[in-house]
């Protein structure tokens, strides 16, 4: 009875661990974005790691995947059983810390292909603790299923192919799209909220300065505000999240107005995504007003999407001769549309047709 539990734990650890690293390796780009947020200010405040937030998440998935190799073909077990609970102990103090504080609203455990809440994700971690004990307990149960050779050579050949396909979606796109903004997905449609969905339950938090110390009071204890206590701020306390569609925070902004309306029902719209243009390649930069002039000849309207500011928008046009005009959006919605800075997007009508990286550029079909 105890082998059996042991080999069920060594399969559904090692499976999970795979797909979870896989789904991960997938879109490295997207979950070093969600690294980035673990490092910032409001969360652990190490802005120094935001630089290498690419390449610790390469390791990671990396490590979660040739972990679950290791686990599932008896890899020198003393040593994967001994990583992956340093591992999962290190998950389970990030998703905790997470959904305790309520400071990353979702780990990027799975990417895009399955979002968790963080009490989800703990929950998840806690399972997976659960399974690796086990392990820990009947380590001399993990038996090799190959000879010392075979086995070198399989957990070498994982890391080979994790380095490869880090390295072809870095330089490409992702080989599956699970993103609201995927090709023949429509951006209109994602952003509609069906009828009788739940609404959001909004407390307002008004904060007074009493006696030199700001204090808050919930909208039935206004009556309790003392005499002299000075209005400091007021805040959205959100007591239930209502639903919240696919699309939330897409603008197309130009001279303070929105023309998403009206740019989504071009039939034939080129959108060229830098979300940043100061951090954009300047190989992808270049190739802008060439791609630009060749959807142009097509009937093609082009447009670029950027949350830089208008002297960086009018340096790069200077520097690269661009003629189209940019409109404003939100970083974190241009980099869930494409991960490449910048990308090319062709839309008709509101609906994707197709996204390629800077690098790709010749497949554009216009």
């Not at 998703?95 to 609203?105: E, G, I, N």
């Not at 957990?155 to 490869?164: K, Q």
């Not at 009556?223 to 569609?245: H, L, N, Q, S, W």
């Amino acid at each position: 009875m105890k082998n059996i539990i042991t080999q069920f734990s060594r399969i559904f650890v090692g499976v999970l661990f795979i797909i979870s690293g896989l789904i991960k390796l997938n879109d490295p780009v997207g979950f070093s974005y969600k690294l980035a947020e673990y490092f910032s200010e409001p969360v652990f405040n190490m802005p120094f790691f935001v630089p290498f937030s690419l390449a610790i998440a390469l390791f990671i998935v990396t490590l979660e995947i040739v972990l679950g190799v290791m686990l599932l073909i008896g890899f020198k077990p003393k040593l994967t059983v001994w990583l992956l609970l340093l591992l999962i102990i290190k998950f389970s103090f990030l998703t905790f810390y997470s959904a305790y504080f309520d400071v990353v609203k979702d780990c990027g455990c799975f990417g895009d292909a399955l979002h968790l809440t963080p009490w989800q994700s703990f929950t998840k971690d806690i399972v997976l603790l659960f399974f690796i004990l086990i392990l820990f307990i009947n380590m001399k149960l993990i038996k090799p299923i190959f000879s010392n050779k075979i086995q070198n050579i399989l957990v070498i050949l994982s890391i080979i192919l994790c380095a490869f396909m880090g390295y072809w979606v870095i330089n490409h796109l992702p080989l599956k799209d699970f993103r609201p903004y995927k090709v023949g997905n429509n951006i209109q449609k994602g952003m509609e909220i069906p009828e009788g969905a739940p609404k959001s339950v909004v407390e307002m938090i008004f904060i007074y300065k009493v006696n030199g110390v700001d204090k808050e009071f919930s909208e039935k204890d206004l009556d309790k505000i003392p005499a002299g206590a000075t209005f400091v701020d007021r805040k959205d306390k959100v007591i239930t999240e209502g639903y919240v569609p696919p699309i939330h925070d897409f603008v197309m902004e130009k001279d303070g107005s929105d023309y998403k309306e009206e740019l989504l029902q071009e039939p034939k719209l080129l959108m060229i995504v830098a979300y940043d243009l100061a951090l954009a390649n300047p190989d992808g930069l270049a190739k802008m007003e060439l791609v630009s002039k060749k959807a142009a000849a097509k009937g093609y309207k082009v447009i670029g999407m950027t949350a830089s500011t208008p002297e960086e928008i009018a340096a790069i046009k200077k520097q690269y001769g661009t003629t189209f005009d940019f409109y404003f959006c939100d970083a974190i919605p241009l980099k869930t549309i494409e991960r490449a800075n910048p990308s090319f997007v062709i839309l008709n009508k509101g609906t994707v047709k197709q996204k390629v990286h800077y690098n790709d550029t010749e497949d554009l079909v216009f």
